[in-house]
Nanobody, 126 residues
Framework: QVQLVESGGGLVQAGGSLRVSCAAS????????MGWFRQAPGKEREFVAS???????DYADSVKGRFTISRDNDKNTVTLQMNSLRPQDAAVYYC????????????????????WGQGTQVTVSS
């Protein structure tokens, strides 16, 4: 059983930066592909970024060029660096883990993930 705990959310002004992290425990982290999803009020949860166990990254078009996902297999963490934040980026951000072996395209699908964190709130003021 893998436990995921997000941290680093908060309030930031539009145009600013924020970094959210996810700490994993209870599994072999380097064998998991990781993803970040977000859910804004009244909207469905959506894909933001993923990093496969191989290190391959993928981004939603809405965040490409502004967000960067990375992982540290020694520290069992995955981080999402968010720059040039916009009010529409405000949401609860969720970290998720998938037991490896699927394509980056499939990592965009929420149903493919095996474990989820509790989420961290990101608020962007205009």
């Amino acid at each position: 059983q893998v436990q995921l705990v997000e941290s680093g959310g908060g309030l930031v002004q539009a145009g600013g930066s924020l970094r959210v992290s996810c700490a994993a425990s209870g599994g072999t982290f380097r064998g998991y592909s990781m993803g970040w999803f977000r859910q804004a009020p009244g909207k469905e949860r959506e894909f933001v970024a993923s990093i496969a166990w191989t290190g391959t990254t993928d981004y939603a078009d809405s965040v490409k060029g502004r967000f960067t996902i990375s992982r540290d297999n020694d520290k069992n963490t995955v981080t999402l660096q968010m720059n040039s934040l916009r009010p529409q980026d405000a949401a609860v951000y969720y970290c998720a883990a998938q037991r490896g072996g699927i394509s980056s395209a499939m990592l965009r699908w929420q149903a493919k993930y095996d474990y989820w964190g509790q989420g961290t709130q990101v608020t962007v003021s205009s």
